[in-house]
Every structure is written in C-alpha cells, then in structure tokens.
C-alpha cells in the first residue's frame, strides 16, 4: 500500500509541476501574442498613417525590440517613398517653372503680334481708301488693264484686312471673356450682307457664291460676332474651293435650332485633320499655298459656342466640305 500511494503521490506531482509549466508557458504566449498583436496594431497604424499622406510616421522602438526586420523593412519602405515624394515636389517645381516661362513667352509672342497687327491695320485700311479712290477715278480716268490691276490690289487687300481681323480679334477675346450684346436679327439680311463683303475675294478666282433660304425671320444674336463666324466660314470655303466653282449658303430651322450650312466643292479635308480644324493655329491652307492664320475657325468656334451653339464640319473626299453654324433659336 505505501508503495502504491508513494507512486500516486509522485504522479500527482509531476502533473502539478507539468500543469504549472503549462500555465506559465501559455502565459508567456499570451503575452506574447497580446504583443505582437499590439505590434501589428502599431505597423498598421503607421501604414494607414503614410497611406493617407503622411510620409513623416515610422514604426517605433518598442516595434523594433519585437519585430526588428519586419520594422526594418517598414521604415525603410515609407523612406523609399518619403524620398521619391521630395523628388516628385522639386521635379513639380521645375516643371512649373518652365510652365511659366513659356506662359510668359506666349503672352510676349501674343502681344507682339497683336501689336505687330494692329499697328500694320492703319496702312493697310489706308491702301484700301486709296485704291477705291483709283477706281472711282478720284486721280483721273483708268483704262482696262489699269483697272483691272488695280481690282487685284484691292481684292489682295481685302484678303489682308480680314487676316489682320481676325489676329486681333483673336487676341482680345484671349485677353478678356466674349460679351454678346444680342438683339434680334434677320438672318438672311445677315447673310446676304456679309457674301456682298466678300465678293471682292470670291471674285478674284471667280467663284460664285449661291445663297438659299428656308427660313424667314429673326434669331436673337450678336450681329457683329456672327458676322465674324460668317466671314471667316466664307473665307476659309474660298481657299478650298477650286477656281470657276461655286459656294452654297443654306439657312433652315428645325423647332429648337437655325442652321446656317456653308459647303465649299473640290479641295476636302482628311478624316484625321476633322477633329484638329478647330485648333489654335491649326491650318492646312498651306498645302493649297493659301495665306492662313489658323485662327479664323478657332475664332469661329468660340464666338459660337458663346451662343450656346455648336459648329459641326462634313467633308467628303475630293467632293465637298460643308461647316453647319447650329444656333439655339
């Protein structure tokens, strides 16, 4: 019997002193676990911290002592992107820099050659007076031939009058926001008016130009804008147009719109240069060996759109080109 229970007792020991092993072992664990899990808390925190901007937060000491090369590595990602973020400011910075010196050249270019334009306006309007002066044989009697140089000049003139025109309307509506003065006007007394101005170009390679109208009546506009967008359409038909053709103005309304449709036969423009005509300086008269700022269409565009309008642009190859003025009515 005292074996027995000397055996027991020694069994009984033993369990206890595995089971205090145990709960100190499981304490140890826990205590562990409840650190790293605190440690997991503090690097989230850190990464949630840089996720939303900021870069100056690290994984603290307390993290190094438990975690040395999982912090390690934190810390050295967040400086990896605290480093590019400078690089990214200095670069930002000199880009916007080098954005302001040429905003400064552009204003210096534009201002040249608006100053350049306006000052070459005086002499070239002065020509014009003269030359019709010589035409109406205010100098005395031109013969035939006379005359009919003298009428080139004069359309050659005319030509220049509407480039610088447009150069400096350009500029102004660049310097200040376009302000309509609209009333209500009859768009077909409008549009006869302007093709009358522009018979002297027109006529210089005999091209004709053919108005027609389904329409009658007055549209609520800024007379001096939409005659601008009307000469300078006109204008840029006649570089596309072949010698000995015609041009066809078309007016018509549907119930919420005026459309003012002018097509040009012959010279078209490519599918890939459709979406740039509208561009700043965009032009492709030059092919045709055409003077042409690149500003007439951009102007154009932005009168029209102004007016709460749109112009949309057909062209079909080696056929037509037709522009649709599309205003609100």
């Not at 089971?19 to 925190?45: D, Q």
């Not at 690089?87 to 050659?113: A, H, P, R, S, T």
């Not at 967008?229 to 309304?253: G, H, M, T």
């Amino acid at each position: 019997m005292s074996f027995l229970f000397l055996s027991l007792v020694t069994l009984i020991v033993i369990l206890l002193v595995l089971l205090v092993s145990l709960s100190i072992k499981y304490r140890k664990l826990k205590n562990t676990f409840r650190n790293h899990k605190k440690m997991l808390r503090s690097i989230l925190k850190t990464i949630n911290s840089v996720r939303y901007g900021n870069i100056y937060e690290r994984v603290n000491d307390e993290t190094f002592s438990m975690l040395p090369n999982f912090a390690q590595s934190i810390n050295s990602m967040i400086d990896a992107i605290s480093d590019r973020e400078d690089m990214i400011k200095e670069y930002q910075n000199d880009l916007n820099k080098k954005i302001d010196g040429l905003k400064e050249v552009e204003q210096l270019k534009e201002d040249f050659v608006a100053t350049l334009t306006h000052d070459l306006k005086v002499p070239i309007m002065a020509e014009k007076n003269m030359l019709s002066f010589l035409l109406d044989n205010r100098f005395g009697e031109l013969n035939e031939k006379q005359k009919e140089a003298v009428s080139h000049l004069k359309n050659s003139n005319q030509e220049l009058v509407e480039l610088v025109e447009i150069i400096l309307e350009t500029y102004k509506l660049n310097e200040t926001k376009i302000s309509l003065t609209k009333e209500p006007v009859c768009i077909n007394s409008l549009v006869e008016e302007t093709i009358e101005e522009m018979h002297p170009i027109s006529d210089s390679d005999e091209i004709k130009i053919e108005f027609l109208s389904y329409f009658n009546g007055d549209v609520n506009l800024d007379k001096f804008y939409i005659k601008r967008v009307l000469k300078n359409l006109i204008l840029n038909a006649i570089s596309f147009s072949e010698p000995n053709s015609k041009i066809d103005i078309f007016v018509c309304r549907d119930e919420k719109n005026i459309y003012i449709k002018i097509t040009n036969y012959g010279k078209s423009i490519k599918k890939e240069e459709v979406k740039h005509v509208f561009d700043k300086y965009y032009t492709t008269t030059k092919k045709f060996r055409k003077v042409g700022t690149g500003l007439g269409l951009y102007l154009s565009n932005k009168i029209v759109k102004a007016h709460r309008g749109r112009i949309n642009v057909e062209s079909e190859k080696d056929k037509s080109t037709t522009f649709s003025v599309v205003l609100p009515f």
